[in-house]
């Protein structure tokens, strides 16, 4: 274990993942992520962010930052984030005003998990569909399945990366297939509007299951009971893996992701060892006389559960030293 108090820093920065009902916080030294550091709170328990990292920083100490980012699960605009799932508003001045860091950003979730991409080792990833040999600078995309959905392109630019913010989970549901058509219909009865965060979120398993079998256990139970060769929750599962592969195929011809899409979050964890045994591949090169070009894209499930983290300190490491 790597120490912030006894390794020496040259750039000390303080790093955290802000969920919807837990946020992590860590501090990075030279843009590496101090496991040791880590500490997990109750969004629960406190009133705003602020309050968690002053919380953090009184009991770590760490002394003064160079730097100090924050990824959110929720849109950002102009060093303003507001989260999707809970009342807090997040601003770089903030941010700044409890860590004394000059230095700061507020980062979508999937920016920052993007940013970390270049970071992660193999063990961190779980191959879903075989990569084909490609440059290091290609354009890769990560795909967030967890609380709610939504995707980052990752592009390699100037020694270092872009990754453009997005609010693709509210983009309309594809209905390429009567089942899709009928899923789509169901969703618009219930909630108003058929997006794709209603169907590949974690709640989404839910909606699908509700849908075909008119009850709602939660999505931990439905991949239990799949697990267990229970047959609706294997129909739950395999029309939600349909319906992910339809998105994601869609979402590599628009980006054209040659080094790969890369699935993040809990939901991706919970549905990956199914992916192959329901169709995914199937249904993600379901484009007609595009069939073929769409073999190319690799899928992976990224397993590291601090990878926001990381992709934080990556952030500020790559602005620093442009």
């Keep these: 274990m790597t120490s912030a108090m006894n390794t020496p820093a040259t750039d000390l920065t303080l790093v955290a993942d802000v969920g919807g009902t837990n946020t992590r916080v860590s501090l990075a030294s030279d843009g590496v992520v101090l496991r040791d550091t880590i500490r997990r709170y109750e969004n629960a328990k406190a009133e705003s962010l602020q309050e968690v990292l002053a919380a953090y920083l009184s009991t770590t100490a760490p002394g003064a ?113 009567k089942a899709l058509h009928d899923l789509a219909n169901s969703l618009a009865d219930r909630h108003g509007f058929a997006s794709v965060e209603e169907a590949l979120s974690g709640r989404g398993l839910v909606n699908i299951h509700r849908h075909l079998h008119g009850t709602a256990p939660d999505g931990k139970a439905i991949m239990e009971a799949a697990d267990h060769g229970d047959t609706q929750a294997i129909e739950t599962a395999r029309l939600y893996v349909e319906t992910l592969g339809t998105v994601m195929g869609d979402l590599a011809l628009i980006h054209l992701p040659f080094g790969g899409l890369y699935l993040v979050g809990g939901m991706s964890r919970a549905i990956a060892p199914w992916l192959n045994k329901l169709g995914f591949r199937d249904a993600f090169c379901a484009k007609g006389r595009f069939k073929d070009f769409m073999a190319q894209f690799g899928v992976f499930s990224v397993t590291d559960d601090y990878a926001a983290l990381k992709g934080c300190a990556a952030y500020l490491s790559e602005r620093n030293n442009l």
């Design 65 to 177: 930052l160079s730097g100090a980012s924050v990824a959110i699960a929720g849109p950002v605009r102009e060093g303003v984030g507001h989260m999707t799932n809970l009342h807090w508003r997040i601003t770089e001045t903030d941010l700044s005003d409890v860590t004394g860091a000059s230095r700061v950003a507020v980062l979508n979730d999937l920016q920052a998990q993007g940013f970390a991409l270049s970071h992660l080792e193999t063990e961190d990833l779980t191959e879903i569909c075989p990569q084909e040999p490609v440059s290091a600078k290609a354009t890769r995309l990560v795909v967030g399945l967890g609380t709610g959905m939504n995707t980052a392109p990752v592009y390699s630019a100037c020694g270092g990366h872009i990754v453009p913010p997005a609010e693709c989970g509210h983009i309309a549901l594809p209905q390429t297939s």
